[in-house]
């Protein structure tokens, strides 16, 4: 069970207070008592040795060690375009591309987008965030943008551009920059128009094979290959 958790306003005179989710988890979950050593991490790149003095109902108190810049992430930036899927597949996509790397996941509207965030739904995805960083030792958590539509995302996307199309070249043909734009469509596929929208402002169009994949699996093994070249 993971011994880290996240600590978004630095702590003062040597001193920070967790609450909500993070004071529960380590309350109730962990039955921490004081005394004990627990990681603390900024979501910026750094970590904090802290040590538990004052249990309460829903807060705990601790006493913290100097900040420690220590990032794990990969050399190259990588930015995820998607229409989101349905449902749970959504929180298993978040989690996924944390753990792999991703920098940034932009959502996206399309024209065959099939799911739509609703009150707390980005709130629960940013929430995942952390809890896939505590899991897989990131210190840096992965942004979430506020909804977008396409065009907007593949006019401002930078770096080496790629989009998954299935008439598209072989992956194993594009040389990666130090910073990579993914895009990735809704059940159903990028529409003729979209597809030419990307081509047209500068994007390469790539394969993933003969399958047809769901969303989440293409942006993973995008993610990936991507990854792997870092």
């Not at 004990?36 to 750094?46: A, H, V, W």
């Not at 810049?69 to 375009?81: D, N, P, Y």
Request: glycine share 10%.
């Amino acid at each position: 069970m993971s011994d880290r958790f996240y600590l978004p306003t630095p702590p003062a005179d040597g001193q920070a207070t967790l609450d909500g989710p993070e004071a529960h988890h380590l309350l109730h979950v962990m039955r921490a008592q004081p005394g004990d050593s627990i990681t603390l991490f900024d979501g910026q790149g750094g970590e904090y040795p802290a040590t538990i003095e004052k249990c309460g109902r829903s807060e705990v108190l601790l006493e913290v060690g100097e900040r420690l810049e220590l990032s794990r992430e990969l050399a190259i930036r990588i930015t995820v375009g998607v229409a989101l899927p349905k449902g749970d597949r959504q929180k298993w996509l978040v989690e996924k591309l944390t753990e792999l790397g991703a920098t940034r996941l932009a959502i996206l509207s399309t024209e065959r987008s099939v799911a739509d965030l609703k009150g707390k739904s980005l709130e629960k995805l940013r929430r995942g965030v952390v809890e896939a960083s505590k899991q897989c030792g990131r210190n840096t958590l992965m942004q979430i943008d506020e909804p977008q539509p396409l065009a907007e995302f593949v006019a401002g996307a930078s770096g080496t551009r790629v989009i998954a199309h299935p008439t598209g070249q072989p992956l194993s043909s594009v040389e990666f920059a130090d910073q990579v734009s993914l895009l990735i469509g809704p059940e159903g596929g990028f529409t003729d128009e979209e597809v030419a929208l990307a081509i047209d402002q500068g994007w390469q169009c790539v394969g993933l094979g003969s399958s047809i994949l769901r969303i989440e699996t293409a942006a993973l093994a995008l993610v990936a290959v991507v990854a792997s070249n870092s």
